[in-house]
């Protein structure tokens, strides 16, 4: 890792600087709704400064609401022309993007890249450097000190700034973050003191890990699970806006001459996600189907990928409709 | 609050009621749906201004359905919509009583479809003022400035249905959007698709929709997917008379035919 000084004057300098050499950015930029969202920007005049947390998380940038997996189309001599468009993903910037949804990023990696790699991911990912923006400030549905993480954590980040009064502090992590820097170098200072707590959020810690990876363990019995559902509404809200949720959906789009294959967003709190042809539906109550997402982040993803899945961005609790709040749930099935 | 508790306790405690929906604060002081089932829990309701959700929606899901005899802590939209549930021969299966807080902030009681039907009519909400601007701002358009606006707006659509599964007039249990022999509507959250969505639950809604705007209100994407239906209904009104949740023998107007009914539209 390596430590350097940005002053807060030359980060527009810096922004526009990645804009100019070609690089795609996307920042959070605030839309006439009041909500702000990671959109690809022109300038470092749209980008967004105040926000505690964007609607949607950064996700999109490497596991899009919608991929084109391939495109089919008749040719005149009777075949079948398919193509992908890998060749045409970007170099892309992720900017200010918080350091809970940079932790995503990291799960995501794992989920998509252990076992099997996925060539869209995986073609999107090498072409996106991370840079994170500490938390000054945070609200009562923030709560990442609870999943081992913090407002000032470089995990899954390839710099991490962090405001300090008229300058940032900039935490170089990968390889990927000094190619960044030596693009603009004379940007940047050196330095060897890092002491970025007292600028740092203090979101509440509910419970820890440790406590809970235990407990857990027996929670699919819990009879917590239907007072903790009766509130939900049966949307996918909560999962897409997750920066880990990474279910999704296959569908053909087109007609038999020609068309595309895409991959879609889907949840698992939609009913029909788990519905069979015959009918059956293994999850029929959103009782199970909501202790599934819980116990996927909690349990089966610790077991499957060595991690926790949630990130305590607490996004789903803020776009719930009934404000459902996940690690009051969490809490109250592993009593 | 300390009225309405005591009154929610005394239904639950003599079997009136078996399962109350009603309004509770959460860790971070907001205001949520809350389900009771024993009277010692009544402590924890809050009603006022602020409670906002459509409860009446709750009816639909099977968890509530089962407990049968069924409280409803409800502003006057929630309220609305039941009556328009109710005409619409869905509910029959419920005992409903419904509890409530008027214009003079004294607790109403209201225990049967009449009761309820009586309530609504003496206390029937307007459209919201800044609905209404909106409404009027979209209709002063062009065309094509109104396809702008829409198209910025929808292009925002992930596609969660949180728009559908907050809407208590959405009971259908297959969606069109679920059909895919025909596929009638793009799954993939595209700004076509996502057209083809909002235009069909609009249509779907109209001479339906109560007009409490909570799909709108909750859309996580801010998306006031609401005026769709808001300016639906003020067309069905203009063209066919009659109001959304007014009356228990209401119909609707896409399965009503009067003799009178204007038909200069059939050309």
Redesign the interface.
């Known amino acids: 890792m390596e430590l350097k000084l940005i002053s807060s004057s030359d980060i527009a300098v810096f922004v526009d600087g990645l804009l100019k050499a070609g690089k795609v950015v996307v920042a959070p930029v605030l839309k006439q709704s009041g909500k702000v969202f990671f959109k690809p920007v022109q300038s470092f005049a749209e980008v967004a400064t105040d926000y505690i947390q964007t609607a949607f998380s950064a996700k999109e940038v490497v596991f899009p609401k919608v991929e084109e997996l391939f495109t089919y189309q008749h040719n005149e001599e009777g075949g079948l022309d398919i193509k992908d468009h890998l060749d045409r993903i970007p170099e892309t910037v992720v900017w200010g993007l918080r350091p809970c949804d940079a932790a995503g990023f990291d799960y995501l990696n794992k989920f998509f890249l252990q076992e099997n790699p996925d060539a869209y991911f995986k073609a999107r990912y090498d072409k996106t450097t991370l840079v994170t923006m500490s938390c000054n400030k945070c609200d009562a549905s923030c709560f990442c000190t609870s999943v081992d993480s913090h407002p000032g954590d470089t995990k899954g980040s390839d710099i991490l700034l962090t405001a300090m009064d008229d300058k940032f502090y900039v935490e170089v992590m990968t390889e990927k973050g000094n190619i960044l820097i030596n693009s603009n170098s004379a940007l940047f200072t050196s330095t060897d003191t890092l002491s970025k707590e007292a600028f740092l959020a203090k979101p509440l810690t509910h419970f820890s890990m440790d406590e809970i990876k235990d407990k857990i363990q027996n929670a699919y019995a819990s009879v917590e699970w239907k007072q903790a559902s009766m509130g939900c509404f049966s949307c996918g809200a909560c999962a897409f806006a997750c920066p880990t949720c990474t279910c999704f959906d296959i569908q053909d789009e087109g007609t038999q001459d020609h068309g595309k294959r895409v991959r879609c967003w889907d949840a698992c709190g939609l009913s029909q996600f788990t519905k069979h042809s015959s009918g059956h539906n293994p999850r029929n109550t959103q009782t199970e189907r909501r202790r599934q997402r819980l116990m996927h982040k909690f349990k089966y993803s610790v077991e499957n990928l060595g991690v926790v899945s949630c990130v305590g961005c607490g996004r789903c609790i803020r776009v719930c409709p009934s404000h459902l709040n996940i690690f009051e749930n969490i809490q109250s099935v592993t009593k | 609050m300390k009225e309405l508790q005591i009154k929610a306790a005394e239904l639950l405690e003599n079997g009136t009621v078996n399962l109350l929906i009603g309004f509770c604060e959460?860790?971070?002081?907001?205001l949520?749906?809350?389900?009771i089932e024993t009277a010692a829990e009544a402590n924890i309701l809050v009603f006022n201004q602020e409670c906002k959700?459509n409860l009446s929606?709750?009816l639909h899901?099977?968890?509530?359905k089962d407990a049968v005899k069924i409280g409803l802590v409800a502003n006057v939209a929630t309220l609305r919509s039941v009556l328009q549930l109710l005409s619409e021969n869905q509910l029959w299966s419920l005992t409903l009583t419904y509890l409530t807080v008027n214009g003079a902030g004294e607790l109403v009681v209201l225990r049967s479809a009449e009761e309820l039907e009586a309530y609504v009519q003496a206390n029937f909400p307007t459209c919201r003022p800044e609905d209404q601007e909106m409404l009027d701002k979209l209709n002063a358009m062009s065309r094509e400035e109104r396809w702008a606006f829409w198209k910025d707006q929808l292009s925002?659509c992930?596609?969660?249905?949180?728009c559908?599964?907050?809407c208590p007039m959405c009971y259908c249990t297959v969606c069109t959007t679920?059909c895919n022999q025909p596929q009638w509507i793009?799954?993939?959250?595209?700004t076509s698709g996502n057209f083809e969505y909002h235009t069909m639950r609009a249509m779907h809604l109209a001479g339906r929709c109560i007009n409490c705007g909570?799909c709108g209100r909750?859309c996580?994407?801010?998306?006031?997917v609401h005026l769709l239906t808001a300016q639906m209904n003020q067309e069905m009104e203009q063209e066919f008379g009659g109001k959304t949740g007014w009356s228990l023998k209401g119909g609707y107007a896409m399965n009503t035919f009067k003799p009178g009914d204007k038909e200069n539209f059939i050309k």
């Open positions: 959460d860790l971070g002081k907001r949520v749906p809350c389900f959700n929606v709750y899901k099977k968890e509530v925002e992930v596609k969660c249905y949180a559908r599964a907050v679920e793009k799954t993939s959250a595209q909570e909750i996580p994407a801010g998306i006031p």
